[in-house]
């Protein structure tokens, strides 16, 4: 089974629920980068509040770039971004399970802001001991619109089945299976699931690090309970 996304900031968990269902992932790095948006930030739990963690990126004049052109802009927006993490979840049981690794990465001084999300994201997919495979959309060199992109990049891995976020049916036009193949299409949807955080109100759709940083190893188990065929 295949699937195909964005690489985004910090994903959320539902992110990560839609992973662990498919053997390979295509992240969908050259289509157009829109600024604002899950590809540079996403919610923690901070002072008890849902708070956004932005990376600031070089997007002046540059309205048109593609998501792997995106370069990170200073080095004093990561540290302000681990510095937040910190204060947000020191707290919290597992936090030295991961803050030091995660940290690492953000270090690196990634010049582009895909290899810094794609990094992230494989890093957590291994701390929940999810076996898949990446891609990278650029590396088939497609010139395509975009329901016209994922179809042609589903043939091109000769898959079975094609998963998918229910958002995405209207864009795919409410297929079933892909045109003149026998790949199936199957859509999904994610329902919110309560887990344990710190403090007493429960606040949905926060970055995979809230789930990690408070369930560690039973993180996989609780992300697998929202995740709903269509």
Wanted: charged residues 25%.
């Amino acid at each position: 089974m295949l699937g195909i996304s964005q690489p985004t900031f910090f994903p959320w968990i539902g992110y990560f629920a839609f992973i662990d269902k498919i053997d390979k992932l295509i992240f969908l790095d050259d289509v157009q980068f829109e600024k604002r948006s899950w590809q540079q930030r996403n919610n923690i739990k901070l002072n008890n509040q849902k708070h956004l963690l932005t990376i600031s990126v070089k997007s002046k004049g540059k309205f048109k770039q593609k998501i792997s052109e995106v370069e990170i802009l200073d080095d004093k927006n990561i540290y302000l971004i681990k510095k937040k993490i910190f204060h947000a979840y020191n707290k919290s049981p597992y936090f030295l399970n991961y803050y030091e690794n995660i940290c690492n990465i953000l270090d690196k001084k990634h010049n582009y802001l895909s290899k810094l999300n794609i990094e992230l994201i494989k890093f957590f997919t291994k701390e929940l001991s999810i076996k898949i495979n990446f891609d990278c959309s650029s590396n088939y060199s497609l010139n395509l619109d975009k329901e016209k992109l994922i179809f042609e990049i589903c043939k091109l891995n000769n898959c079975d089945q094609y998963l998918t976020t229910i958002g995405s049916e209207n864009y795919l036009k409410g297929y079933s299976v892909i045109p003149d193949t026998n790949i199936k299409i199957s859509y999904f949807k994610y329902d919110d699931v309560e887990y344990v955080q710190t403090n007493n109100n429960f606040i949905p759709k926060l970055s995979i690090l809230d789930l990690l940083f408070n369930e560690g190893i039973n993180s996989i188990k609780i992300l697998r309970k929202g995740f709903k065929l269509i």
